[in-house]
């Protein structure tokens, strides 16, 4: 009865460390595979373990979109737009679609129709920027490190000068904008309404927006080589032709300024 009793112990034993065992494998299968894991395989499970890292903030996206914002507050708020540079050169036109180019191209136009904004503020402005410099040699600004430099004194006093017809300017400058703004959108339906019109006498070699695809010609239409038949200076350099130059000659009226190099067809 010892023997049968000691026998069950024994087997309950061994099969308690069967289970063990069996408890055991996949653990040391496991440290043994890590054991073996290449240097990039680990890299890769930290990687996946650490929190992900925040996308960098001057992506081309964000750029672009501080581009826009900044575009139209200057058309909603400037009456004075410039280009430093024709806007078919500056790479901030990719930011940009040909339609929203072509607009702001046609306000460029617009402002040259109207004339500048309050051109007597100008004026003004000016005449007192040079009474504020004479204001201040007089009582001596400038002279001693203790008082304000020449330059701080003569934007404090043109400032003050200018305070009482700062009211005045606002409404003019944002009745200018209004009329700009308007007249933008008059040339713009003005210039695509000529150019489908027209755009069956053009080459069918042309693409457009041209101030991607402005490109020497190898046709030209009727129209454009009649005019030039009698004139030997082009007749010997006709293959310098650019497209350009052909749609400004078809759309010069309808299209002003640079306006041509925004036309697009919609798809």
Known sequence: MLFHKDLKQIRATSLLNMCLALLLVPSLLHAEMEQVMQPSQVSASQEMQMPAQQPAQNTGETICQRMRMNRQQEINRNPSLKLLVPLRKSSDANCFSPAENLYLTSLVVAQMELGPNAPWYQTMGNQNKEKARLACEVMGYGSSPQTLSMDEC???????????????????????????????????QQCVTAFYQNLPQLPKQIQFPLAYYDRKLHSYPDWYLESRLEDTEWLSNMQKTMASQVIREALVKQCPGDMIWWLYLST
């Open 154 to 188: 003569i934007t404090a006093r043109y400032g003050e000068m200018m305070r009482p017809y700062n009211d005045e300017y606002r409404t003019e400058s944002t009745t200018y904008i209004g009329k700009r703004n308007n007249r933008g959108e008059v040339l713009v």
